[in-house]
């Protein structure tokens, strides 16, 4: 996980926040495919799931539960 950008996500760097989830839509497919095994279900997991990482961020506590 990418320290400097979660920083600058966290200070409100819009281009920070849309690397970082860039880096894990993959996973973050995959974790969903698993649960919904259907694919419009699952993009409206992802973006319900990016929408609330970007509105909670500031919250975070420790940088490195980014993922989770």
């Known amino acids: 996980m990418n320290e ?3 920083r600058k996500a966290k200070k409100g ?3 920070a926040f849309c690397r970082l989830m860039d ?3 993959q996973s973050m497919y995959k ?3 698993a649960y919904l095994k259907n694919d ?3 993009a409206d997991a992802i973006q ?3 929408l ?3 509105e909670n961020l500031r919250s975070l506590r420790k940088n490195r539960y980014f993922k989770t």
Do not use: F, G, Q, W
């Open 4 to 6: 400097v950008l979660i």
């Open 13 to 15: 760097d819009k281009d």
């Open 23 to 25: 880096e894990n839509v």
């Open 31 to 33: 974790i969903a495919a």
């Open 40 to 42: 419009e279900d699952v």
């Open 48 to 50: 319900d799931t990016i």
């Open 52 to 54: 609330s990482c970007y």
